[in-house]
């Protein structure tokens, strides 16, 4: 399948997105499409700003504090265990944070933090599907794939104390 891509300056630097022929969002990433590719390893991406154009506007608002939600639609493909933990994931509020034992609780599988996690890491849509919102049960950021001052950075544009530093 040929997805399309797009990469663009933000204030958290460069963020790289993808999409399918229909338009849902299937990767994003903060970094350039190196860092996109290896997200979704075999995917044939081509360039093409135009058909990414209403996702990188999402983003591009969402990330400059102008807007709250997202309405893109997600096709993340993972494995049924990882796509639950991306609902449940989509599911934790904007200015919310929980643990990684928390989601796993939600997800039906108490005691599995540590696959939780596992999952959490393989999202293949960061921020959209909100990962972010994940941290530690004593209250400290770790874990994210894009660096503990990105993930403090978007805790902080989403009003929540971001932990210890």
């Given at each position: 399948?040929?997805?399309?891509a797009?990469?663009?300056?933000?204030a958290?630097?460069?963020?790289s997105?993808?999409?399918?022929?229909?338009g849902?969002?299937?990767?994003?990433?903060?970094?350039?499409a190196?860092a996109?590719?290896?997200?979704l390893?075999?995917?044939l991406?081509s360039?093409?700003?135009?058909?990414?154009?209403?996702?990188?506007?999402?983003?591009?608002a969402?990330?400059?504090?102008?807007?709250?939600d997202f309405?893109?639609?997600?096709?993340?493909?993972?494995?049924p265990?990882?796509e639950?933990?991306?609902a449940?994931l989509?599911g934790?509020?904007?200015?919310?944070?929980?643990?990684?034992g928390?989601?796993a609780?939600?997800?039906g599988?108490?005691?599995?933090?540590?696959a939780?996690?596992?999952?959490?890491?393989?999202?293949?849509?960061?921020?959209i599907?909100?990962?972010?919102?994940?941290i530690?049960?004593?209250?400290?950021?770790?874990?994210y794939?894009?660096?503990?001052?990105?993930k403090?950075?978007?805790l902080?544009?989403?009003?929540v104390?971001?932990?210890?530093?």
């Amino acid at each position: 399948m040929s997805l399309y891509a797009d990469t663009f300056a933000t204030a958290a630097g460069p963020f790289s997105l993808a999409v399918d022929a229909e338009g849902a969002v299937v990767g994003a990433v903060f970094g350039d499409a190196g860092a996109l590719r290896a997200r979704l390893p075999g995917e044939l991406l081509s360039a093409d700003p135009g058909r990414c154009a209403a996702a990188r506007r999402e983003v591009q608002a969402y990330l400059a504090g102008e807007r709250r939600d997202f309405t893109l639609r997600v096709a993340g493909r993972g494995t049924p265990f990882q796509e639950r933990v991306w609902a449940a994931l989509r599911g934790i509020p904007r200015g919310e944070t929980i643990s990684y034992g928390e989601l796993a609780a939600r997800v039906g599988r108490p005691g599995a933090a540590r696959a939780v996690g596992a999952a959490n890491a393989q999202n293949p849509v960061c921020l959209i599907v909100p990962c972010h919102r994940v941290i530690a049960a004593d209250g400290r950021l770790h874990g994210y794939a894009f660096g503990e001052a990105t993930k403090r950075w978007l805790l902080e544009l989403e009003g929540v104390p971001a932990g210890p530093r």
